[in-house]
């Protein structure tokens, strides 16, 4: 959306009311409570700073034309603008950096998922708060290029609540134009009708906040990494999931469905505001499937007083890439033929996030010195049958052995034109600590270049689980005769 578009649809607020049924983008914020400013002489990153006094920058509450929490606050309303211009505020006569905090009220009618963006100008920099929440963790940087524009600029969708809402930015100038910049959109069809956008401090109570709720990123993964264990490829799906709540949010129930198959997790404790990214592993039939059919994943989440259904999108892109790096090799054993693989791949029994291992993770123990021996063997998948693959050992040293002959540096082939159901054997005694498993990467097919979505999906479906003879011969052509 271009900056007059922007414009002309804060031209339909009226003291920041949305106007209902009306086709709805992003709506700039144009009206603050501009705080007096504040010297950024902090030895630590000024962003780091809280320079109001209590009740601080989790609980300010100002009003216009009052001091509150040690600053002065002034009304600043500039109809339609799409930034909110501070150069004016410096303090006179000093080149040194200032903060400067901007204050907005959020007024819904329930509780709402809408799109909240935020930047600063040029080399301005900007934290936010929403209910007292730090959305530091939060935002996702935008790619923003637009005359007017933010050069720096973060989105999210966030939760507001029923009644009042408080937004704050902290902006911090620097050797350019200082200002910031922000705006609302809807999440879903009609997520911002009626919502008011407001700078006096309303009458009663404030700030109520939403009853717990959770949001996923729009897109999960995939994660542009595979694995390999006996004769089955897989991949890892990452959820970004951040909770909205006055308290953490606990207990929460995960049920995702990718190309028919369905994994579940459970979450301990979510801190609001705070997002963390739950990964799962799927087959990459599946997944692949979830994106060559356009079906997505489908997510449900169930805690207390709350559930949601959500259709996430998937990155083919990413699973094409996953396809062309090093697979990781898993399922390895000891000598004996111990060593903890008995669980699926892709089930871990932990839930806590803090201590899971990532699922793409081999399910013992990375080798922690030399003198360790790991015994491992794989089928050729459909999927690779017709490839030349290659032994990568980066983070893995060790003296390998292939098929019980010695194999030593890093140009290993571990078999060229493979055929479907050959059997890759691999024995190691480790020579230092390993940093990660190793993994077999085609060596003969470059992946596509310039590949966009819509042809990642293409090549994605060449790609066969019996046999991707046409994907390597049409691969192959694309490259031309500089490819491998």
């Known amino acids: 959306m271009n900056l007059r578009t922007a414009i002309m649809l804060a031209g339909l607020m009226l003291f920041g009311v949305v106007a209902s049924g009306v086709a709805q983008e992003a709506v700039a914020l ?20 809280d320079y109001l006094s209590a009740p601080g920058e989790v609980a300010v509450l100002p009003d216009r034309g009052r001091t509150v929490a040690g600053a002065d606050w002034t009304l600043v309303r500039r109809d339609s603008a799409a930034t909110l211009d501070l150069e004016g505020r410096r303090v006179e006569g000093d080149d040194a ?42 935002g996702r940087p935008l790619s923003r290029s637009g005359e007017g524009e933010a050069s720096v600029a ?54 109520t906040g939403p009853s717990p709720w959770l949001i996923p990123d729009r897109t999960a993964g995939p994660e542009p990494i595979l694995g390999w264990n006996g004769d089955q490829l897989f991949g890892a799906a990452g959820v970004r999931l951040a909770a909205f709540a ?22 301990e404790w979510l801190t609001p505001a705070d997002p963390v990214t739950v990964r799962m592993t799927f087959a990459f039939k599946n997944l692949r499937r979830a994106i060559t059919g356009g079906a997505g994943m489908e997510l449900e989440l169930d805690w207390k007083d ?15 890439e996953a396809f062309h790096s090093p697979i990781r090799l898993l399922g390895w054993t000891g000598p004996s033929g111990g060593g903890r693989n008995d669980t699926p791949p892709g089930e871990p029994e932990a839930t806590d996030l803090d201590e899971e291992p990532h699922p ?7 080798p922690t010195a030399a003198g360790t021996t790991l015994i491992g063997e794989w089928e050729i998948p459909g999927w690779l049958s017709g490839f ?22 890093d140009d290993i082939v571990l078999c060229a034109s493979c055929r479907k159901g050959g059997r890759i054997q691999l024995v190691v005694r480790t020579t230092a600590a390993w940093t990660r498993f190793p993994g077999a990467s085609i060596f003969d097919v470059p992946p596509p270049t310039g590949v966009d979505a819509a042809s990642a999906v293409r090549w ?13 011969e049409q691969t192959a052509a694309a490259a031309g005769p500089s490819g491998r």
């Open 360 to 366: 793409l993770a081999n399910l013992i123990p990375l």
């Open 246 to 267: 006055v308290t953490p949010i606990e207990g929460v129930e995960m049920k995702a469905n990718a190309g028919g198959e369905e994994v579940k997790r459970k979450i």
């Open 30 to 49: 144009d009206r603050w409570l501009v705080s007096s400013p504040f010297p950024a002489d902090s030895t630590g990153d000024p962003l780091d700073t």
């Open 306 to 320: 709350g559930d949601s259904k959500n259709v996430l999108g998937l990155d083919p892109w990413a699973l094409l």
């Open 460 to 472: 994605l479906n060449l790609l066969d689980e019996k046999g991707s003879r046409e994907y390597r």
């Open 154 to 207: 973060y989105g999210a969708d966030v939760r507001i609540g029923h009644g009042y809402n408080t937004l704050l930015l902290k902006a911090v100038s620097g050797d350019c134009p200082f200002g910031l910049t922000a705006s609302l959109a809807p999440a879903s069809a009609g997520s911002l009708d009626s919502v008011r956008v407001q700078a006096s401090k309303p009458y009663g109570d404030t700030r």
């Open 97 to 138: 950096d200032v903060a400067i905090y901007a204050h907005a009220y959020l007024k819904s009618p329930e509780d709402r998922t809408i799109s909240l963006t935020w930047g600063g100008l040029g080399c301005t920099t900007v934290a936010a708060w929403l209910n007292g929440r730090s959305l530091g963790e939060l």
């Open 388 to 409: 030349t693959l290659r032994l990568d050992v980066d983070g893995a040293p060790g003296e390998y052995r292939l098929d019980s002959t010695p194999v030593d540096g």
